[in-house]
């Protein structure tokens, strides 16, 4: 019997007992009766952006596939993938004012947007959340997830967002050291593009990702780590400043970054065209085994005036998972179970390990472990845990109004039709 078979026997008798359910008539190795008693398997569908085309998705489409075959029939586990965040994000909320809740998805979560969590329409996982599921958790994670008394999402993935860069490349360009200042960061972007090198990778269409991850670095570093606080507004000198360094470095990345989306960004910098990219520790998995030791990892750069530390970090939000209520007790009790399965400390090891995904769930790594890891990853798991100040990514803080804002907005400041201060005033006004 595998792990994967084991876990899912101990959860489905955990089933049984806390839903008060009956699998009805055994019928052993044929798999024809589902959980309810129907006949069939209880279906849940996963609504998710992880593509299977990344190590992330491909190491949760494994996982499901196991459970779905380790229940014998029992449960079926789909996957539904919009791979486009930004898109993503949207139907979601589409879906549950149209009272069509996907049976699970995930989202960033945000204080200035509790619309999914107060809809009244997702799975309060409190009353199944015994004292063995609590304790793989970190506790404070836990109550930043509850919201008017409901555990109505789970804590799942939380990640640094860290430079990559080419040490080959800045070797060939007489770089020796990542930039620990601003100053330092633009001398070494002129010394790339002097052997024809675009310096960093950057992008505007969807959330603009990899360009909000790099401003973000520029917002906290003018600002401090609390510039972004909740109730703060944007449009202050220290942001102004942020936008007009934001200008300057789209002077200094590829010649289509403007309507760039994740892919057109990325593959610049997985195939040597950019030198730098700012992203989070699943862009390891996507690096050629034979390129890993060419590429570094680093914090962010400051303006040298105190206001941050170097190498401090710029962090996702917590991306939290939740569930549709369902009129169905059994496969309510089914998507518990599941979650319960993929936030186990061996399902949470394999996603780390093989996907690359940085998990709130515990998880202990054994030596024989830590040799199987990417030797990026690796890194990359140092630097965030070494760093000694950090801020959340700016798009995952603001009202969703400037969220939705910030990438016509950032088109128009590169296009110059607005000024880096008309930038700011705009998304500020956006964000009340």
Known sequence: MSKIQKVWG??????????????????????????????????ITIYGSWSTEQEKGSTLKTLLDEYSEASNGKVKVNLDINSEWSMYVEKVKTMIAANQTPDLFSFNFNPNDLSRQQSGKLIDFLPYMDEEWKSRFNQAELDAMMVDGKLNSL??????????YNKELFAKAGIDHFPQTWDEFFEAADKLEAINVAPISLMTAGDAWHTANAFSYLV??????????????????????????????????????????????????????TA???????????????MQDKIGIAGGPT?????????FIVTDALTPWAGG????????QAIVDLMKFLTSPESSKR??????????????????DK??????????TDVTGNASQSLVQIARVIMPGASAEFGSLLEALVMDQVTPEEFVQRLDEANK
């Open 276 to 290: 730098m990219i700012v992203d989070g520790p699943w862009m390891s998995g996507s690096i050629e085994a034979d």
């Open 155 to 164: 804590p799942f993935e939380r990640s640094g967002l860290l430079f990559y």
């Open 351 to 368: 996603l780390f390990i093989e996907g690359g995904v940085s998990l709130s769930a515990k998880f202990d790594l054994t030596e024989e």
């Open 220 to 273: 906290g570093s003018a600002g401090g780590p609390d510039i972004l606080k909740t109730g703060q507004s944007l449009n202050t000198p220290e942001m102004v400043k942020a936008a007009q360094m934001l200008r300057k470095l789209f002077d200094y990345t590829t010649t289509d970054a403007l309507g760039a989306d994740y892919s057109v960004s990325a593959n610049h910098f997985l195939l040597g065209d």
């Open 303 to 311: 303006f040298g005036d105190g206001k941050m530390d170097p190498g």
């Open 10 to 43: 101990l959860l489905l008798t955990a089933s049984l007992i806390l839903g008060g359910c009956s699998t009805g008539k055994d019928n052993g190795a044929t798999g024809e009766q589902g959980t309810d008693g129907s006949g069939k398997p209880v279906e």
């Open 325 to 332: 209520i369902q009129a169905s007790k059994e496969k309510e």
């Open 371 to 380: 040799s199987k890891i990417n030797p990026v990853l690796s890194t990359f």
